[in-house]
């Protein structure tokens, strides 16, 4: 780490860091809010995806930006350890007001240099820029140079994800009902992305589950670049078994790797896209 600056980085629960990841990398997480009819909960503290998976059986919870009050807790933390600047990479404001309200949140911090990030991406594609980030301040990267690095970090990260139903993206509002019911209508698994602007859209569709993988494994190797240093990612929601095989596979077509990551969709993600979800991707370096 820089003997002159100490940077801590900041992101929100959706970005799906392992624990064990976050831990090891001090990332400061700000957990989202799950609100179901017994009451409210924090994602990843006291809710997580298993715990969402069960309760749609019979309502349908909603999720909600990070309180003010954990932002502040999370401000006087960070300062408290003794950091003087941050960067906070948050869900897609595509998806999300998180960034909006961190962004005015920072204007009232005092005594931490705070640059705010949208990360245009969602779950591990967040987790990943967080991750390369924390990497860089390990190895002594400055302020300014970081945040240069995580815009690029923003723009060369791409991520795939397949779910098995659009019934929770149209009941929660992320896709219309006529798109939904088409896609159900035809049992289509779609595989989803996000544009340059962080929008969801549809990257590739499926018919069968079996199909899933190949179709990722593809849309990953169809961004390959010779000589391009990467990251790789796989996650899953409720499909263990079929993220390793994922992992297996794509370092099998990938070997090159710096590093990859695994993850887990957690209790804010999983409300809009239910059980057995598969994703993976890539990340530039360059």
Known sequence: MSTTEKIAV??????????????????????MRIICSDGEYRDGIDIHAEDIYEKQKTELP?????SGADMEDTFDRVKEQGYTKAVAILLSGGLSGTVNHMRLKAEEVEGLELEVYDSRQASIGIGVIALQAAR???????????????????????VFFSIDTLEYLEKGGRIGKAAA?????LDIKPILSFDTEG????????RTRRQV???????VDD??????????????????????ALAEKLTRALPDSRCLYRAKIGAALSIYLGAGLLGAGIQYLD
């Open 10 to 31: 900041i992101t929100d629960s959706c970005a799906d860091v392992p624990q064990e990841l976050a831990e090891k990398y001090h990332i400061f997480i700000l957990p």
């Open 223 to 244: 961004l390959k670049e010779e000589g391009r240093p990467y990251n790789l990612v796989v996650a899953d929601g409720g499909a263990h078994a079929e993220r390793e």
């Open 181 to 185: 019911f088409a896609g159900m209508l």
């Open 62 to 66: 909603k999720s909600s930006t990070p």
């Open 213 to 219: 993988e190949k179709r990722l494994l593809q849309l």
């Open 199 to 206: 929008e969801i859209y549809t990257a590739a569709k499926v």
């Open 136 to 158: 860089y301040v390990e190895e002594g990267m400055g302020f300014l140079e970081l945040k240069q690095k995580i815009e690029r970090l923003i723009q060369n990260t791409k």
